[in-house]
Structures are given as structure tokens and as C-alpha cells.
């Protein structure tokens, strides 16, 4: 059985930073593409960033310079470091798997859509004021 489980959201001013983790059980965690997901009410769930199997990574606009992602093949963890959080990053993040292994790197690093990925965590609420 393949879990997903997110954890580190909380509220912080805008300027602050947080930390997410997802841990991942039930799968060959090295062998996948990995990306982090958010989602406002309302609104599509929006990719955040993607790591590969090999570490490629790849940020979506909203992401780009201020948020780190990478994972730790020896722990099944990945990881989303925030900086300089805005009001617009409030949000569910969500990390995801895709449903096979070895996506081309370029694949995953081009931020594949929501669909394209099987697995889902509960979430963990972001909540940025101003």
C-alpha cells in the first residue's frame, strides 16, 4: 500500500519560512519522480516544484527563487523548503507520486500536470499573513 504523508505547514508572517517533508511508504522510493503540489478552494492544484529519480529539479513561476525542493533517497523523504513566503503561497500542499517509476528526467523536471500523478498525501496547510 502506497502513503504519502506531508507534514510542517503552520502559519507564518509573510517573509517567514517553512519547511514541508513527505514521507513515502510502498513504493521503491529512488526509482520515482516526486513532485509538490497546492491548492487553494476553488482553484486547480498547481504543481510547486518536481524532483526526479536523479535529483533533476523543476519550479514552477511561483516557486522560482524562493522555494528549494530535494529529497533523501535514504530516508523515503522529500522535501520543500519556503522562503520569503507570500500571502498568495496559502494554500493545501500536497506531495505526489506518479503511478510507474524512471519518468524521463526531463519529464519531471518539465512539471508534469496533476494528472499525471497517481499517488496523493492528505495535505498540509500553509497559511501566509501579511
Not at 502559519?11 to 513527505?22: F, M, N
Request: with cysteine; hydrophobic share 30%.
Amino acid at each position: 500500500q502506497v502513503q504519502l504523508a506531508e507534514s510542517g505547514g503552520g502559519s507564518v508572517h509573510a517573509g517567514g519560512s517553512l519547511k514541508l517533508s513527505c514521507v513515502v511508504s510502498g513504493l521503491a522510493f529512488a526509482e520515482y519522480c516526486l513532485g509538490w503540489f497546492r491548492q487553494v478552494p476553488g482553484m486547480e492544484r498547481e504543481v510547486v516544484s518536481t524532483v526526479s529519480y536523479s535529483g533533476s529539479t523543476g519550479y514552477g513561476d511561483s516557486a522560482m527563487g524562493r522555494f528549494t525542493t530535494y529529497r533523501d533517497n535514504a530516508k523515503n523523504t522529500l522535501y520543500l523548503q519556503m522562503n520569503s513566503l507570500k500571502p498568495e503561497d496559502t494554500a493545501m500542499y500536497y506531495c505526489a507520486a506518479p503511478a510507474a517509476p524512471y519518468c524521463p528526467g526531463d519529464y519531471c523536471q518539465g512539471l508534469p500536470p496533476a494528472a499525471h500523478f497517481g499517488y496523493w498525501g492528505q495535505g498540509t496547510q500553509v497559511t501566509v499573513d501579511s
